[in-house]
């Protein structure tokens, strides 16, 4: 008589936290290395890819890689995996894809030359006049 099988039934993927609730995880873990300069930046209808970007710096490689790191492991505790990391090896810019959440953590002098809050912002601000 042989042994019945076990079935393991693939499990469905778990839901996705809602973007504010991803935002507010990457700003948090962020803010909680202390990060500079972080911003946030609303992108729905502008893009696709995500709703948000959060972009931040760190005063050296080591610590951008902190920052990044710190945003993988509090996305890791509340239950999801991030879909990418980028960037970790040179850690100059090493981005974090959360789905919703796009995080950039940039050493300044590489955020100054790509000016992503320029590039994703303009257009934003009402004409002066």
């Known amino acids: 008589m042989s042994q019945p099988q076990h079935v393991i039934k693939p499990q469905p993927p778990s839901p996705l936290p809602a973007a504010a609730d991803l935002l507010k995880l990457a700003v948090g873990a962020l803010e909680e290395i202390k990060a500079k300069d972080l911003v946030e930046i609303d992108v ?73 809050e320029r590039l994703w912002t303009v257009g934003d601000e009402p004409p002066e006049g």
């Open 44 to 116: 729905r209808g502008k893009t696709s890819v995500c709703d948000y970007m959060v972009i931040a710096s760190g005063t050296s490689t080591r610590h951008v890689k902190s920052l990044a790191d710190e945003v993988v492991k509090a996305s890791k505790q509340a239950g999801f995996q991030p879909l990418g990391v980028e960037g970790e090896r040179e850690a100059e810019w090493v981005l974090v894809d959360l789905g919703d959440v796009v995080v950039h953590v940039m050493l300044p002098r590489v955020r100054e030359f790509y000016a992503l």
